[in-house]
Structures are given as structure tokens and as C-alpha cells.
């Protein structure tokens, strides 16, 4: 099977602008969650969604945002671009949610850079 | 590659030995655990997962040890290799949290020759 796979692997953007970032699952994975990674701040929960349903959210202020397709193909957008939202975001994909957990597998990431 | 983080605290190992990872984590409900691999430049890599109703679990060349006494989780990697030297990650899933993980700050693992 595939991995789980984002593009683009990097962006730059300028301050103010808004950014669309997209996840492909692992092929039969439902569940789809967001990371975000810093140096300062480590891997930090965006959200999660599962049957094109966000079943969890992190701490994160509502400029981040994200939707699932039919498909499990997964997006997540970013308005109003700040310079602390450079970072590498990450997708993991898993076949299951709730309360029988599996393994969630990350893929490469897409390196954000805002200037 | 890029910085996975700055300031990590490094577990450097000679090749062949056996290398031992610590983590501690927060939550007591807490029911699912994970260690990852991350090398620069690319995302975390699964390595080995444990539940909460185990204490010991195997794979090849790794083993993960939990104590929900004390919150905490090792990972143990024998006879370790160059292609070892990575940052690991602990993660923790609390119960009912679905897929929501909470990591570690991590640890850089250095293997000398």
C-alpha cells in the first residue's frame, strides 16, 4: 500500500495570505488528523476527522481550519498567515477512531514557511 | 533537513549496544501508546504502539515497557545501529480522545561507530 501522502512538500507564503494544505490517507484509512510541528513548541494537535465528520480539536485559533472528502482525502487551510505559523505540517492517517484506536501513520509533511 | 528541535536531550550510544528511551507521560487516562522515529527532514515513523492492559510488547529489536504506576514508558532498542540515529517520540492517546495524540518532547539518539 502507499503511505500516506501531502503536498506540497514546501510553501512559502507571505504574511496575511491564506494557504490550502492537502493529506491523502493511507489507502482504506478513515481518519485523518492534523499536526503542527515547531522547534519551540514540539508536534501540537490540529484536529481530526473521521467519516468527513471532525471528531476533535485542538487548542489552535480558528484561522486553522480543516474538511475531509467523501474519499477520506483530507485539507487543511490556514487564513490570515502570521509568521508563527511557519512550521511543518503533518497528516497521519489511521483506519480507525473512537474507541478501538489503531496505529496512526504520518506522512512526509509540508514545510510552511511565512514571511 | 530541518531542526526537529533545538534543544532535545541526546542518548548517545556506541553501535552495537543497547540503547534505553525514557518518556514520561501526563495523563493517568491515558490508554494507548505509541513510540515514533522521526529522522530529519522526514515525518514520524510508527515503531512500536502498546495498550494500557499490557506492560511489555516486543517487535523486532524493540521492546516498549509501561508503568502506569508512574506514567512511564521506555523503549528499548537492541544491538543499535547508525540508522537508529533519529529523534524519538513518545505519544500518549488519552480514552475516548479518539485519535488525538499528545508527544513528548522527544529524544535525539546519536550512534557512534
Known amino acids: 500500500k502507499a503511505g500516506v501522502t501531502q503536498t506540497p512538500r514546501y510553501l512559502i507564503k507571505t504574511r496575511g495570505q491564506q494557504v490550502t494544505l492537502s493529506c491523502s490517507p493511507i489507502s482504506g484509512h478513515r481518519s485523518v488528523s492534523w499536526y503542527q510541528q515547531t522547534p519551540g513548541q514540539g508536534l501540537q494537535f490540529l484536529f481530526e476527522y473521521f467519516s468527513e465528520t471532525q471528531r476533535n480539536k485542538g487548542n489552535f485559533p480558528g484561522r486553522f481550519s480543516g474538511r475531509q472528502f467523501s474519499n477520506s482525502r483530507s485539507e487543511m487551510n490556514v487564513s490570515t498567515l502570521e509568521l508563527g505559523d511557519s512550521a511543518l505540517y503533518l497528516c497521519a492517517s489511521s483506519e480507525t477512531s473512537g474507541s478501538t484506536l489503531g496505529s496512526q501513520y504520518f506522512g512526509p509533511g509540508t514545510r510552511l514557511t511565512v514571511t | 533537513g530541518e531542526s526537529v528541535g533545538l534543544h532535545l536531550p541526546t542518548l548517545s550510544v556506541q553501535e552495537g549496544d543497547n540503547s534505553i528511551i525514557n518518556c514520561a507521560y501526563s495523563?493517568?487516562?491515558?490508554?494507548?501508546f505509541i513510540w515514533y522515529k522521526q529522522e530529519s527532514g522526514k515525518g514520524p515513523q510508527f515503531i512500536i504502539d502498546?495498550?494500557?492492559?499490557?506492560d511489555k510488547r516486543q517487535g523486532q529489536r524493540v521492546t516498549v515497557l509501561l508503568n502506569k504506576t508512574v506514567k512511564h514508558l521506555s523503549l528499548q532498542i537492541a544491538a543499535t545501529q547508525p540508522g537508529d540515529s533519529a529523534v524519538y517520540f513518545c505519544?500518549?492517546?488519552?480514552?475516548?480522545?479518539?485519535?488525538?495524540?499528545?508527544f513528548g518532547a522527544g529524544t535525539r539518539l546519536a550512534v557512534h561507530p
Open positions: 505519544a500518549e492517546n488519552i480514552s475516548g480522545g479518539y485519535n488525538k495524540l499528545i
Open positions: 495523563n493517568s487516562a491515558s490508554d494507548y
Open positions: 502498546i495498550r494500557s492492559n499490557m
